[in-house]
């Protein structure tokens, strides 16, 4: 068994009360899946195994900014349109006595993108009644009426409302559903078939059920009832497996135009920020230097990091809040992803820092 190999073996310790139920991993480098390994249980009785269907919670932004991407390269919108020519209901003043509001109409695609809008990481509890069950149009019209937190440009701050209005603004700039936009531009021209849109109830037996999620038992209930998965939520409603992803983060590796062209993908891994401070406010993270890229989050100066401290700086990445991790590391050609079935709030991937343990052993690796 080589080093990465043994390295992947480290998911098995993952299983269990603190850990998780189950947990899959696939490593790509030099254009093809080098290792995975497969560990505990999906679901009760059910192996985890190459076929299993993970929630991917936020994995999903670098797949929706990609799409945005391709739109681009059709010359659909630019990185620097105003938001509000291309969904007018944004233009609206949710707060029209605040000083920030007259910011409204400049903020970019760009930096929804790179989560430098203005616009807050969520709606506010209490947004919908707990028994009601809104729909994605209900939801992304409360998300263009939120109020601005800070002059856009200035700071990032992590926005899941960010990637609603940016999923919307793709249905308006081509007309289409937006998930049959995903397909057209990004899935299907990368032969992905084992990622998931809005999955139905004949794959139950092939979705990874998630431990600890928001509203636990209830219709609503997060990642498992039906209402959430027929969501499909441009920031978090894929349902995926890790050859798959790590497919989709090794593409940005390569050199060839698997999607759209190479300057775009290129542009989509290369910080965007400058050294703005920024924040993921729902984890109490804060950065003094954040670094972000159009849909990918990048390392840069980041300390104690996800993905480990061997990684290079040149690292892209995202994480999941159901439990996934998806990276690339040019220095090496090598890209991890690792999903597991337990919401990140229990804090299993980071107490102790089994992410980032991983990580560090599959770059020692391939030293």
């Known amino acids: 068994m080589d080093k990465i190999a043994i390295a992947l073996l480290q998911i098995d310790d993952w299983i269990g009360p603190q850990g998780v139920a189950g947990a899959a991993a696939a490593v790509w480098s030099g254009g093809d899946i080098v290792a995975e390994r497969y560990a505990g249980e999906a679901r009760p009785g059910t192996p985890v195994d190459e076929h299993t269907l993970f929630a991917l919670a936020s994995v999903t932004k670098p797949v929706t900014a990609a799409t945005a991407m391709a739109l681009i390269s059709e010359r659909r919108f630019e990185l620097d349109d105003p938001v509000a020519d291309l969904v007018p209901e944004f233009r609206q003043l949710a707060n029209a006595e605040s000083e920030l509001e007259s910011f409204r109409e400049s903020i ?3 930096q929804l993108l790179c989560h430098t809008s203005g616009l807050p990481e969520d709606l506010k509890r209490g947004t919908f009644r707990r ?11 409360a998300m263009c009426a939120l109020p601005l937190e800070y002059q856009p440009g200035t700071q990032m701050v992590y926005s899941n409302a960010g990637y609603a209005i940016l999923g919307r603004l793709i249905e ?17 021209p990368m032969t992905i078939r084992d990622t998931i849109d809005r999955p139905g109830p004949a ?4 979705i990874a059920i998630v431990q600890d999620p928001w509203g636990e038992g209830k219709p609503i209930e997060s990642y498992n009832s039906q209402y959430w998965r027929d969501l ?6 894929l349902f995926g497996s890790v050859r798959d992803l790590v497919r989709f983060a090794g593409a940005f590796l390569a050199s060839e135009e698997t999607m759209f062209p190479s300057d775009l993908m290129r542009e989509m891994v290369a910080d965007q920020l400058s050294g703005l401070p920024g924040a993921v406010q729902s984890l109490r ?7 972000w890229g159009l849909g990918w989050e990048v390392k840069g100066s980041k300390r104690k990091h996800w993905t480990g401290e061997l990684t290079s700086p040149a690292t892209f990445c995202h994480f999941g809040a159901a439990g996934t991790l998806l990276w690339a590391e040019p220095e090496h050609d090598l890209a991890l992803a690792v999903f597991a079935n337990r919401t990140t709030i229990h804090l299993w991937p980071f107490e102790p820092p089994r992410w980032a343990r991983l990580s560090n052993s599959l770059i020692s690796a391939v030293y």
Do not use: Y
Request: cysteine-free.
């Open 285 to 291: 993270v804060h950065w003094p230097e954040a670094s």
């Open 108 to 110: 970019t695609v760009r």
């Open 232 to 237: 499909g939520l441009p920031w978090g409603g």
């Open 172 to 188: 308006r700039a081509t007309s289409d559903d937006f998930w049959d936009v995903v397909w057209r531009t990004v899935l299907d």
């Open 203 to 206: 794959l139950d037996e092939r």
């Open 131 to 141: 028994s009601s069950s809104p729909t994605m149009e209900q939801v992304t019209n």
